[in-house]
Every structure is written in structure tokens, then in C-alpha cells.
């Protein structure tokens, strides 16, 4: 993953239903405005099944493994969101974490410098 401009590591929890189209957005957005400002350590997707088949599932798993090919990834067999969170952060290693969405885009460009306490 590409070192940002901060020298505390990351790690990304990405909450995702199977919404192809959807992720293909998010990812998208936050590869280009927002991961290469950060110094991320780790990816943790999980992928719940809700929306579209299993198929699309693991065309999901697909697109994350096309942007982090080490990501984490949990599929579990009941969609449930509270359980999914709480499964991406208990999996998290590093000091920080950026939480994102299958649903949110980046609009603009976002660096360390905006978030970070003072």
C-alpha cells in the first residue's frame, strides 16, 4: 500500500453488502481522493450477504482483491450489520482506522491533516 504524508499507519474497514456497481464507486472514489494520502497498514472488507446473489458476492471479493490483493476479507452466512463492524475493527492491527462504506464516495481530496486531532 502507498506510503501518505503521515507516519502513523492505517487501516481501512470497508462494510459491504453484495452491491457491485455501488463498491466499484466507493473504491474508485477512495483509491484516487483518499488512500494514497494515508500510510495504510491493512484492508479489512466484510462482504455481507444482503442485495444481490452470491455471485455477486464474490464478484465483490474480486474488485477488493483487484485494489488490495492482501486485504482480509469475512463473508459470513447472515447478514448483520452490527456483527459485521465489529468483526472488520476487532481485526484491525493498526493505531488508526479509516471506516468507509459499500455506499460513500469520496468527493473531494481527504488527507491526514483534516482528520487528526490537534
Known sequence: MEKGTCDVDYDVTLIAGHREALLARTLESFTRDVF????LRRFIANIDPFMGDAGEGDRCEALIRRHFPDAAIFRPETPDFA??????????????VLHLEDDWIALEPITPDRIDAK
Open 36 to 39: 494514497p494520502n494515508f500510510p
Open 83 to 96: 456483527s459485521a463492524v465489529k468483526r472488520a475493527w476487532s481485526a484491525t492491527t493498526a493505531p488508526r
